[in-house]
């Protein structure tokens, strides 16, 4: 590799491509062309930093000067103060307050930065993707050498289980299932052909960390697959994509190309007589792939229905072979794990949950982005001291994990540290890893209905208590979302929701009611106020809601009658105004307008 | 659809050689549906049975797979197709005022398209911009931090293009 005096890393992930971080590259490499750096500074385009809030994110090393929001015009900037004078241009460096007046200057200073531990991204937006020597040269590929000389044969194999069963790895997928387990029973049986597959097939809306880890580490899966089928005996791997991430798969091909030539997949690896190749295979929109037994028929070229289980996978999987399933996040520890010992990862975490976990922080809060951190490390943690806490002075209500599958956690369990046990426990659960939090201006019945109309929708029909019990429950949430919501419903709800909890086929189902039940456990008052008494706390339920005008604060202006679209408002200037609540559309036009918050929505 | 003034017969063709690599593959209709639907623009009737003549597949086989994802449609999208994100975290910073704002302006429901074949209104799982929230997208092009005043504007300027 060539030496360069100082290094451009641009993010390239998902965020910061969709704000303009292809032609920020474009234009850099234009303007050091211009100023003649060519040979001295190199522009690298790298995955996810994390911190997608403030994307496009650009860091300039060796300084670690870490700019935040940077616009093209930005750019001859920081090329000619920067990289040809050698000034850093503080007013375009991140700071985490708005004010620009505390400099965070290097990565590492970064309070989003500070408590959070990077194993499974620790590539991530330090390397190129698209270059498999940046990957080398961070002991890549050093994990599957040790592995083909060091563990040979059939109790190598079995010393390799063993080092994952110590680490106490579990599935990241959201079930938590031990690794090592699953690895040993995918060696078990004996079968000329078996596969190895990994789950990309990341559903959970608003959770984005497998995307994060294959488009700013796929090698990384890809060694670590490679492995796989050499522990259990496989030739062949798929992973399955959402083809909905178009940059993954991008960079997956390039990967999976590049290995090839560098002899790391196909015949004889590494000179050895182990031989093993990686297919890409694109899922096509249907939630229910990420579970198992439907990403596998998914494969196949079929619907993605699910099957019952047993047969486990590991015994009969992908064209009735048997097959190991993990996914992203299990497989971008595995190297790690292999380098670093198992110990090393087991003094990570809790007593039941080892390492780390990455979390995709969104919704009502400062920064937006992608987080890792030890297992163990609690709610408050996360969202205030690493994600900024809520923006615009807001009260938090609720975190939701585990999407669709999981539940929402109230205030008064922040400081539950996270592992596997305890999210469950709280009427969670881990789920892949998105964290969505919401304030006081979320309605929890809403947002109980928003994820049932998602099962729904995305119930692949199969089964009776998921394809109809879950479309009833919505119906419910529905009436009472819209202010007719009687006496029993309640009850309704709850029956309905263990008898399909009970019934259901898979996973999906199973875990169907969980958003309501425990918004049921938690926001209970929220429901009840909705049906006894026809009112939204949260303003959100618009059937419900009313807008009038404070007659003391009114002060006869107008603003509001002329902005409104229905004619709802009358009266006459200089004194106070009305709304004809039969009239009124609810669309908050008059509230924006007002100049003296006369008019309140409740 | 950008090949929609090139004849079916042409675009059949480019179809054939994606058929023929993987026709003998295990699992191979999924790849070749999902090439079809990026070729033709949608998995029609007629495009079940092409498929189901070169393959040997049923078609019934076919049409339960194109029903089944969400990625096929059986009719051509529109030249546009708005799609809004209601996953998770772009909903609980009001897409779904976004989305209803969009529907309203033009006139229909979700998963349709307008009279005049210009656009295609869809609700999308998460694009990934959470940072972004609410996000839109018009043909991939992204628009982060949308409110639903924003939208009669971002529709105009397509209209106009035409």
């Known amino acids: ?602 | 659809m950008a090949n929609e003034n090139k004849a079916r017969e042409e675009l059949y063709k480019e179809l054939d050689v994606i058929i023929e690599q993987w026709k003998d593959e295990p699992g191979g209709l999924l790849p070749i549906m999902q090439n079809a639907q990026e070729i033709i623009g949608c998995v029609d009737e007629e495009v079940q049975n092409y498929i189901s003549d070169k393959t040997g597949i049923p078609v019934s086989t076919i049409y339960g797979v194109a029903t089944f994802y969400s990625l096929f449609t059986l009719e051509p999208n529109g030249k546009y197709t708005i799609g809004i994100c209601l996953g998770t975290a772009c909903y609980v910073r009001g897409s779904q005022l976004v989305y209803d704002e969009l529907s309203k302006q033009l006139g229909v429901e979700g998963g349709r398209t307008t009279g005049d074949g210009l656009f295609t209104l869809t609700a999308t799982r998460c694009i990934g911009c959470c940072g972004l929230a609410p996000a839109m997208t018009v043909n991939g092009d992204v628009y982060g931090r949308v409110k639903p005043e924003d939208v009669k504007g971002i529709i105009e300027k397509y209209r106009n293009i035409g």
């Not at chain 1, 036009?589 to 003296?596: G, L, M, N």
Request: a neutral charge; hydrophobic letters at 35%.
């Open chain 1, 1 to 602: 590799m060539k030496f360069y005096r100082s290094q451009v890393l641009v993010c390239a992930g998902t965020g910061c491509t969709s704000s303009g971080s292809a032609d920020i590259i474009r234009i850099f490499k234009e303007e050091i062309e211009k100023v003649g750096l060519s040979e001295e500074v190199n522009v690298i385009h790298t995955g996810c930093f994390g911190l997608c809030e403030n994307g496009p994110v650009v860091i300039v090393y060796p300084e670690g000067a870490f700019y935040s929001h940077i616009k093209l015009t930005d750019v001859p900037r920081i090329v000619t103060e920067h990289l040809l004078k050698g000034r850093i241009v503080t007013d375009l460096v991140y700071s985490s307050d708005s004010a620009h007046k505390s400099k965070s200057m290097a990565l590492e200073d970064i309070e989003f930065y500070k408590k959070q531990k990077r194993v499974a991204l620790r590539n991530c937006g330090a390397i190129d993707p698209e270059n498999i020597e940046e990957y080398i040269a961070f002991d890549g590929y050093k994990a599957l050498a040790k592995c083909l000389t060091e563990y040979t044969g059939e109790e190598g194999r079995d010393k390799i289980i063993d080092i994952m069963l110590q680490s106490g790895l579990r599935g990241r997928g959201g079930a938590g299932f031990p690794t090592g387990l699953k690895w040993k029973f995918a060696k078990a049986p004996v079968s000329d052909i078996k596969y190895v597959c990994c789950n990309a097939d990341e559903g959970d809306p608003g959770a984005f960390m497998d995307r994060s880890v294959l488009e700013g580490d796929p090698h990384a899966v890809l060694e670590a697959m490679t492995i796989a089928g050499y522990v259990i005996g496989a030739q062949q791997g798929y992973i399955y994509v959402r083809a909905e991430y178009p940059i993954a798969v991008h960079r997956l091909r390039i990967a999976i190309n590049q290995a090839r030539e560098y002899g790391l997949l196909g015949n004889n690896i590494l000179g050895t007589d182990f031989s093993f190749d990686i297919d890409l295979r694109l899922g096509s929109g249907a939630f229910v792939c990420g579970e198992e037994t439907a990403l596998l028929a998914s494969i196949e070229g079929k619907r993605g229905e699910p099957n019952p289980r047993p047969p486990f996978p590991a015994v009969k999987g992908l064209f009735g072979k048997p097959t190991l399933l993990n996914n992203v996040e299990t497989y971008a520890n595995v190297c790690q794990i292999i380098l670093n010992g198992p110990e090393w990862f087991a003094s990570m975490g809790t007593e039941k949950s080892k390492g780390t976990k990455v979390f995709a922080l969104g919704g009502k809060i400062q920064n937006t982005g992608l987080v890792e951190v030890p297992m163990g490390t609690t709610l408050r943690e996360v969202i205030y001291e690493i994600g900024g806490g809520i923006p615009n002075g807001k009260k938090f209500k609720a975190a939701q994990t585990g999407g669709p599958s999981g539940g929402c956690i109230p205030a008064q369990h922040l400081d539950v540290p996270i592992d596997f046990d305890n999210l469950s426990a709280i009427g969670s659960m881990m789920g892949s890893g998105g964290l969505i939090v919401m304030d006081e201006d979320n309605c929890m019945v809403n947002i109980a209905k928003f994820f049932l109309e998602f099962t729904c929708d995305e119930s692949c029909g199969k089964c009776p208590p998921c394809r109809i019990g879950t479309r009833r429950m919505l119906e419910i949430l529905e009436k009472i979302c819209d202010g007719k919501g009687e006496p029993g419903d309640i009850e309704k709800l709850e029956e309905l929701a263990i008898n399909i909890k009970n019934s259901a086929l898979c996973g999906l189902g199973q875990t169907a009611p969980n958003p309501v039940l425990s918004t049921l456990r938690y926001f209970r008052d929220e429901y009840e106020a909705h049906i006894y008494e026809h009112r939204c706390p949260a303003g959100v339920c618009s059937s419900m809601l009313r807008y009038t005008i404070d007659p003391e604060k009114c002060k006869g202006c107008s603003l509001c009658a002329k902005n409104c679209p229905a004619g709802a408002i009358s009266g006459e200037i200089k004194k106070p105004f009305v709304i004809d609540t039969e009239k009124c559309v609810k669309c908050g036009a008059c509230i924006e307008k007002c100049k003296f918050g006369a008019i309140s929505r409740k």
